[in-house]
């Protein structure tokens, strides 16, 4: 692949334009593979989670919270998110009454509800899972029931629990934050 090297600026850019764009196309028709569904995989306590990547907005770094009086011992505050006050919540203590323990592993899951957006505290993520529909169709049932009103299934090796973000946020219990 002999290339001329008195190349001008403008065909060296030209050139990486062309590339990227051929990179571009082809990671979509990988990234659109019918019979695939694509989630973010996080961890809540002890229990490993995935939920759809189209239900969570953004991950991010815990921010200073602010408390806000009378209200649930899940909702730690609200956070300031680009000029956007956003209610956290902790969500291993609105699961299972167990408070997260903050370390440099712990994350907000930004997800969208009615009239804005929540955050979710969460002990890990662990980034996007890929989950085909063989794995969906040997998935095991969810027994815990604190969980199976947000989980239908569990799926691949690690037993992955498909958690609802859309169920979450309809929740009366969720809703309702007033002590």
Do not use: C
């Amino acid at each position: 692949m002999n290339e001329p090297v008195n190349r001008t600026p403008f065909e060296i850019l030209a050139r990486y334009e062309r590339l990227s764009l051929a990179h571009a196309s082809d990671t979509q028709e990988k990234f659109e593979a019918p019979g695939l569904w694509r989630g973010i995989g996080f961890r809540v306590g002890s229990r490993l989670l995935v939920s759809g990547i189209d239900e969570i907005n953004e991950l991010l770094a815990v921010p200073v919270l602010t408390p806000v009086p009378g209200t649930q011992p899940w909702l730690l505050g609200v956070a300031n998110v680009r000029g956007n006050l956003v209610p956290v919540v902790d969500f291993g203590r609105f699961l299972f009454g167990e408070r997260t323990q903050y370390t440099d592993r712990t994350r907000l899951l930004v997800v969208r509800q009615g009239g804005g957006s929540v955050a979710l505290l969460v002990d890990e993520v662990f980034g996007q899972r890929t989950v085909d529909e063989e794995q969906r169709r040997e998935a095991g049932a969810e027994d815990d029931p604190r969980l199976s009103r947000f989980v239908d299934s569990r799926v691949g090796e690690q037993q992955l629990a498909m958690f609802s973000m859309n169920r979450l946020v309809r929740a009366p219990d969720f809703r309702q934050a007033a002590a």
